[in-house]
């Protein structure tokens, strides 16, 4: 009987079939699930306008029982900036300070989520619950990528130099 082996064995190479599975940088996902957060966000504002009432509601300057204003459009833009910045954040902050601005953003939003169907008829408790059942799912995902960001050993050169960045080189002559 034969015993199995791998594909990465130097006498067996990798069919053509193969598909070869590269790993995501962390701040990549981050990124990636931050902007799925946002599309499902505004598509669920955006499916809301089709409510029987809402636009009347609108029109008359109420949005959730709130008078619309300055005051309630400045926080409606602060809810809807800071997931959409944190896309470019997860892809340029370094390492330490991009995984707990994760933690503490995604944290801070999953009751932000939930309080969206405040109020709501339980007529649309489908639509609500599967949107923030998503939202949430999406903040999970979030959290789980930041509290689970890989780590490397720290060498004393390393330690010296600093984890987040980069190495020093010497300088280029013109």
Do not use: C
């Not at 996902?29 to 902007?35: D, E, H, P, Q, V």
């Not at 405040?118 to 979030?142: K, M, R, T």
Request: charged residues 10%; glycine residues 4%; neutral net charge.
């Amino acid at each position: 009987m034969r015993t199995p082996q791998s594909h990465t064995a130097p006498g067996n190479p990798p069919s053509q079939s193969t598909l070869e599975d590269l790993r995501l940088p962390v701040q990549a996902k981050l990124a990636a699930a931050w902007t799925s957060f946002m599309f499902l966000y505004i598509y669920v504002d955006y499916l809301a306008l089709y409510k029987p009432g809402f636009v009347d509601d609108l029109l008359a300057g109420i949005v959730h029982e709130f008078d619309l204003g300055p005051t309630f459009v400045a926080i409606a833009l602060t809810l809807m900036a800071i997931p959409i910045l944190m896309i470019l954040l997860s892809a340029t902050l370094p390492a330490r300070a991009n995984r707990t601005i994760n933690l503490v953003v995604a944290t801070l939003y999953i009751p932000v989520s939930v309080f969206n169907a405040a109020g709501e008829p339980w007529s649309y408790s489908y639509f609500y619950g599967l949107s923030i059942g998503l939202e949430v799912l999406l903040l999970a995902f979030i959290l789980r990528s930041a509290w689970n960001w890989p780590r490397r050993t720290a060498s004393p050169a390393s330690l010296a130099t600093g984890l987040d960045s980069e190495p020093l080189r010497p300088p280029q002559q013109a």
